[in-house]
């Protein structure tokens, strides 16, 4: 019984680290990214390869990957805050068809530049939930922005909710995901 419990706990911590590694294999190339895209940019600006015609255009992109960022980093104090059993969530009612459309709304400008259609599809026009509206905003937009991001320009994005004894919300593009 003692070696069964022992070789159980070897594989729970093997699979502990190696999700770790896997997160923070993750969270870097969350990172590196847009500080590739803004060191590019910013270089490309000092330069002079970047007229100045189109400098406004690329610092609202550089100032979008700040904020992509600024988010990111939110979301791993946050992790850091839950995993030390400091997890406040502020539950509250609210409608995630409402949550979806601001989300939506504040990536219009990506769905725009890349042509995508985007097809709601909700089982009721509101649907109310128990949850903390930040965390489930902040998913929300992680799921567009990879869906923008893996869909081809002029592909389709859909978000559906309905309820099966709980709410679901779905997001669909026809990328290669």
């Known amino acids: 019984e003692l070696s069964r419990s022992f070789n159980y706990m070897v594989d729970a911590l093997e699979n502990l680290e190696n999700t770790r590694r896997e997160f923070l294999s993750n969270i870097s190339h969350e990172l590196r990214t847009p500080m590739t895209t803004i060191k590019g940019f910013i270089d490309g600006i000092l330069d002079g390869v970047i007229p100045p015609e189109n400098q406004s255009a690329y610092l609202s992109i550089v100032r979008d990957e700040v904020k992509r960022m600024e988010k990111l980093v939110n979301d ?52 109310y939930v128990k949850a903390d509206a930040d965390a489930i905003q902040r998913v929300l937009l992680n799921l567009f922005h990879n869906a923008v991001k893996f869909t081809p320009e002029g592909g389709k994005i859909i978000v559906r909710t309905y309820t099966k004894n709980k709410v679901y919300v779905e997001v669909e593009d026809n990328g290669s995901g």
């Open 76 to 127: 791993i104090m946050d992790l850091a805050r839950f995993q030390a059993g400091d997890n406040k969530l502020n539950i509250t009612v609210f409608d995630i068809n409402e949550s979806i459309r601001r989300c939506v709304i504040s990536l219009q400008q990506m769905f725009i530049k890349k042509n995508l259609e985007l097809m709601a599809e909700f089982e009721s026009e509101r649907l």
